[in-house]
Structure formats: structure tokens, C-alpha cells
């Protein structure tokens, strides 16, 4: 009896050892352009580890997802019509692994792999803090100059005015607040100051 039991093991060792390294199907993968990056979602026929996950930035411009122990239907997934943000995709199957590579038009600084359920994954690309001074819709620029106070521009143009101004009176009578050309660069000074302080807090 002893010994009918054990002619099994091997047996099923072998089973629970294919059942393990089974490899997770990526059935979809769906990509949404938002205003401060980009969203994966990828739903897989089981559960992927997370330890399973790595991505990174390329100097290329090109943002890769390797996911180990995965496989999938290269054709079906490829894209063909790309959302906003996102200038090329492809997708890559390994002998171990498979990978997806984004183009961007801006270098990703952030992103972050969250299960929604165990075989939905999300993985949020958070484009680097400079793409924000870049923003070319009406609704992006009305909402970085509001925070932004004074267009650099002017801005250093009337501190340059007020300070030569200052500068020119105080030579002038050896006293900063001696005459009126003085007084006016001042003045100009702290109104450029405040003013910029009070668009920032638009």
C-alpha cells in the first residue's frame, strides 16, 4: 500500500510544477493619452506577481514593459491607431518575457503597477514635471500662466527697468530715496513683486 502511494509522488510533483510555471496570457491591452501621462490596461487570463513587472525610460524616447513569464498574440495586440501622445508602439514577444515599448513625445518621470482585480493590470505613466511648461491647448496655457504669475519675460524686463532706475538715482545724489527717479524704480519694484504673487494665487 506503502509503496503504491509513493510511485505517485513523482508524479504529482511533476503536475504541480507545470501548474506553477505556467505562463500568464495577455489577452488585451488597452492605452488612454491623459493630460499628465498615459494609462496601460492589461488583462491577463490569470494572475501576474508583481515581482513579475519591471519598466523603465529609455534615452531613445522610448518606454519599455517587460513582463516575465507572459505571453501573447503579437498581431492581435499591436495597434494601429495610437492615442494622442504617443508616437509609435510596439510589442514584442520573448522566450521568457513579453514587451511593450511606447514612443512618447515627453520622457515618462513616474509610473506605477496596480492590479484593479487579479487579472487587471493598470499601469500609470506620469509624464516628467517640464512637459507641463510646454502645454499647447488654450485650456493647458490659460491654466500655467494663471499659476505662473507674470510671463517671465515682462517680468524680468520691469525688475531690470526698476533696478537701473534705482541704481541711476542713487549714483545721481548718493541717497536711495533722495529723488524721484529713485523712488519711481522702487515703486516699480515691489508693484512688479506684488502683482506677480497675486496671479499665482489665481
Request: proline letters at 0%; zero cysteines; charged letters at 10%.
Given at each position: 500500500m506503502s509503496q503504491t502511494k509513493y510511485r505517485f509522488l513523482p508524479y504529482?510533483?511533476?503536475?504541480?510544477s507545470i501548474m506553477y510555471s505556467k505562463d500568464v496570457n495577455l489577452e488585451s491591452i488597452e492605452l488612454r493619452s491623459k493630460t499628465n501621462g498615459i494609462i496601460i490596461t492589461a488583462k491577463m487570463d490569470?494572475?501576474?506577481?508583481k515581482d513579475n513587472i519591471t519598466a523603465w525610460q529609455a534615452n531613445s524616447g522610448w518606454f519599455y514593459i517587460t513582463m516575465y513569464k507572459?505571453?501573447?498574440d503579437t498581431s492581435t495586440l499591436k495597434k494601429s491607431i495610437l492615442s494622442a501622445g504617443i508616437i509609435d508602439y510596439q510589442v514584442i514577444q520573448g522566450e521568457e518575457s513579453f514587451q511593450i515599448g511606447l514612443r512618447l513625445k515627453r520622457d515618462i518621470e513616474f509610473h506605477e503597477f496596480i492590479f484593479i482585480n487579479k487579472n487587471t493590470l493598470s499601469?500609470?505613466?506620469r509624464y516628467s514635471t517640464d512637459y507641463f511648461s510646454t502645454l499647447d491647448s488654450p485650456k493647458g496655457n490659460h491654466s500655467l500662466h494663471s499659476k505662473s504669475g507674470i510671463p517671465n519675460g515682462l517680468k524680468k524686463w520691469l525688475y531690470l527697468a526698476g533696478s537701473g532706475m534705482v541704481i541711476a538715482g542713487s549714483v545721481k545724489n548718493g541717497r536711495?530715496?533722495?529723488?524721484?527717479?529713485?523712488q519711481i524704480g522702487m515703486t516699480m519694484?515691489?508693484?512688479t513683486y506684488i502683482l506677480d504673487?497675486?496671479?499665482r494665487m489665481k
Open positions: 504529482l510533483l511533476l503536475f504541480l490569470s494572475a501576474l506577481e507572459t505571453k501573447g499601469i500609470t505613466l536711495i530715496n533722495s529723488n524721484i527717479q529713485t519694484i515691489l508693484t504673487k497675486i496671479w
